[in-house]
């Protein structure tokens, strides 16, 4: 399960990346920028043109939701003409990408997990269903941590979904959960909580609770930091 950006009034939006790419200009061609960092991969490209694979492919399923939300008057016209425009734009800039292009997308995951890219970590265990190969485990977990740290959402998530597999300590575990238990009461973190259980605490000695706890406070200060220099960014 991966976590859906979705705007106030419930509309389907286009994810952080998507938007990146759209306002790119350095790019003229994406299906040639993809051939080439296949054929000369580095963990920057390889991370660019795994945003680029993610983005069209998200283009495409887009535009025909936003068909059907305009057809039944459910976002606000401005709202929608926006929403609209960005996917038009990235799907026509996306026309040069094919169907066996996506092959790739495991080879510039991985790459651009190695070289440590922001983000990286979730969207190599997005491409992997987070099963990755065993000599890949301990930096897929690592990346999660990395990313965890810093405030990712999605990372915390994906922790708390699939660390046990992973390899994640009890202590850990029980950090994840606990942020999670205090996230707000949208619809789909109310889902994330109820399959986590997360009001079931796990069984850990006074010591590793207090870790825990030391380590979840960490974590939802981090999440708090990037949730609010993003909506900073957003109002400047």
């Known amino acids: 399960m991966q976590p859906v950006d979705r705007s106030r009034n419930g509309s389907p939006e286009l994810p952080p990346s998507a938007g990146k790419v759209a306002s790119s200009t350095a790019l003229v061609d994406y299906g040639q920028f993809v051939l080439m960092a296949a054929g000369a991969p580095t963990p920057e490209s390889s991370k660019r043109a795994l945003d680029i694979l993610n983005s069209c492919?998200?283009?495409?399923?887009?535009?025909a939701s936003l068909e059907r939300a305009r057809g039944g008057n459910k976002i606000h016209s401005e709202k929608l003409a926006a929403l609209l425009g960005d996917a038009q734009q990235l799907q026509r800039s996306c026309q040069s990408i094919t169907a066996d292009m996506y092959a790739y997308r495991a080879q510039f995951a991985q790459a651009a997990l190695l070289g440590a890219m922001p983000g990286a970590a979730v969207a190599y265990g997005t491409v992997v269903d987070f099963k990755p190969p065993a000599e890949m485990r301990i930096h897929l977990l690592n990346g999660l941590r990395a990313e965890s740290a810093a405030g990712s959402y999605g990372a915390i998530v994906s922790l708390a979904l699939?660390?046990?597999e992973l390899g994640v300590s009890n202590v850990e575990m029980q950090a994840v959960r606990d942020?999670?238990?205090r996230l707000d009461s949208s619809a789909q973190n109310e889902m994330l909580k109820s399959i986590l259980d997360v009001r079931r605490p796990l069984e850990l000695s006074q010591q590793e609770n207090d870790q825990a706890k030391r380590l979840a406070d960490r974590l939802e200060a981090a999440l708090r930091a990037r949730s609010?220099?993003?909506k900073a960014r957003s109002a400047g």
């Open 57 to 63: 492919e998200t283009a495409n399923k887009l535009n």
């Open 162 to 164: 699939h660390g046990a």
């Open 179 to 181: 942020v999670i238990e």
């Open 228 to 230: 609010d220099a993003r």
